[in-house]
């Protein structure tokens, strides 16, 4: 793992180096490229037609660079059929980044900041007190077999494919099940890199998914993680308006897609009959069309002599916490 990383970072080193260097000449002004393109036809006649091939091959592949530069700045998810322009691009940029800057919240005391330093320390100190460990009651031991005896054990064949060390189909089909363009997480390493040069990169990778196997332990650079701020409504002015992701290591996100491929084929069994959600074959729309069906339910009962109610738990602090 320390090996795979020092490698990665000295690529991501030498590739901001060539960025930076390329940076002014990277562009997508279409009135000169045009001009080029036509100068290089007028000169074309009298060419060798081999000649003639390799000065348009050059001309695409520049104009796929430019193109891949800013598709991947602009992040569109319709850039392949959008207005292709530098207008577009740049457009998409600039909303981009006006949307996820955050230049005002309202405090616990409903009340407008604008300093950066107390939009930090507010957020900061809201995060905090949610996702905290709260204070829990050991159990006994006849606590304990009471709450194992409803869980259903795997079977042993089940337990021999949890514990086999990773094959190179297993890794690779993890790597290659996510998207090329993921935003980047602190390696600064798309998957659209690892699946490109998987040949020369598989081994690596291999060894290194081999050795988190056995040692159970993985290296500190991989497990860093950045943490963003999602706004769930389009004008946000509160900080539960606001949903937290990780934004995961690409060799991290390799080594988790192949654990959770192999729990798919347990989760199944041993997930009660009720858990729609992240269980594959099942929806968790389903849980809606129940609550709709419980509501109606509960209205008819308003009619009859025994009153029916109904219960709403808030689920914020559900999720990210193991315990």
């Known amino acids: 793992m320390f090996i795979l990383q020092r490698r990665l970072e000295r690529i991501k080193v030498n590739c901001m180096k060539w960025c930076l260097n390329d940076k002014k000449e990277v562009g997508l002004n279409w009135a000169n490229f045009n001009d080029k393109l036509q100068e290089t036809t007028s000169l074309e006649i009298g060419r060798e037609e081999w000649e003639k091939t390799k000065i348009r091959k050059r001309i695409e592949e520049e104009a796929r660079e430019k193109w891949d530069y800013w598709r991947q700045r602009a992040k569109s998810k319709w850039d392949d059929w959008g207005d292709k322009s530098t207008g577009f691009f740049f457009r998409s940029i600039e909303s981009r980044a006006t949307k996820n800057e955050i230049r005002a919240i309202k405090n616990e005391e409903n009340q407008w900041i604008t300093e950066n330093c107390e939009i930090k320390s507010t957020f900061h100190n809201y995060f905090k007190e949610l996702l905290r460990p709260e204070s829990m009651r050991g159990m006994n031991e006849e606590e304990r077999r009471q709450w194992f005896s409803d869980v259903e054990p795997i079977s042993s064949l089940h337990h021999q494919n949890l514990e086999a060390p990773f094959s190179m189909e297993e890794i690779k089909k993890g790597a290659f099940s996510m998207k090329p363009n993921k935003t980047l997480g602190l390696d600064g390493i798309p998957p659209g890199f690892i699946q490109t040069y998987w040949e020369t990169l598989k081994d690596d990778i291999f060894h ?19 943490i963003t701020l999602i706004p769930k409504t389009p004008n946000p002015e509160n900080v539960p308006d606001f949903r937290p992701i990780s934004l995961c290591n690409t060799i991290y996100k390799i080594f988790s897609k192949c654990l959770v491929n192999r729990l798919k084929g347990v989760i199944r069994e041993i997930g009660g009959e009720f858990q729609n959600a992240f269980i594959p074959g099942r929806l968790m729309n389903d849980n809606c069309l129940l609550a709709h069906e419980i509501i109606n339910w509960v209205k008819q009962k308003k009619k009859g002599k025994l009153a029916a109610a109904v219960l709403k738990i808030d689920l914020s602090k559900a999720y990210d916490r193991i315990n």
């Open 208 to 226: 290194a998914a081999t050795a988190f196997v056995n040692s159970g332990h993985l290296l500190k650079e991989i497990n860093q993680t950045f």
